[in-house]
């Protein structure tokens, strides 16, 4: 079972950047790879999702031209960066993975989870 370990994560200031990084243990290639957040007393949104063996990405609206996710084959890892950061973005931020071909909803691989606050 592929394993997810988010870092990155930390206190910035309104309107500042953030790149977040999600290892993946082995064979990336098969998976689809998604970020999520979850603010306080909210349910988990989608963010983005990246399908590593072709490069193609997917955004939810909310975040489309201000975060922007990618792949690092070098470290077997992808990244979220996070501009104008808002005090609304403020939340535990997951990665999370699912095999190739199988549903879009069907998000079953978790990391542990990474805090982004933003505040002044």
């Known amino acids: 079972q592929v394993q997810l370990i988010e870092s990155g994560g930390g206190l910035v200031q309104p309107g500042e950047s953030l790149k977040l990084s999600c290892t993946i243990s082995n064979r990336p290639e098969r998976y689809v790879l998604a970020w999520f957040r979850q603010a306080p007393g909210k349910e988990r949104a989608f963010l983005a999702s990246?399908?590593?063996?072709?490069?193609?990405?997917f955004y939810s609206n909310s975040v489309k031209g201000r975060f922007s996710i990618s792949r690092d084959a070098a470290k077997n890892a992808i990244d979220l960066q996070m501009n104008n950061l808002k005090p609304d973005n403020t939340a535990v931020y997951f990665c999370a993975a699912r095999r190739q071909f199988t549903p879009s909803e069907n998000w079953n691989i978790w990391g542990q989870g990474t805090q982004v606050t933003v505040s002044s």
């Open positions: 990246i399908n590593w063996s072709v490069g193609s990405t």
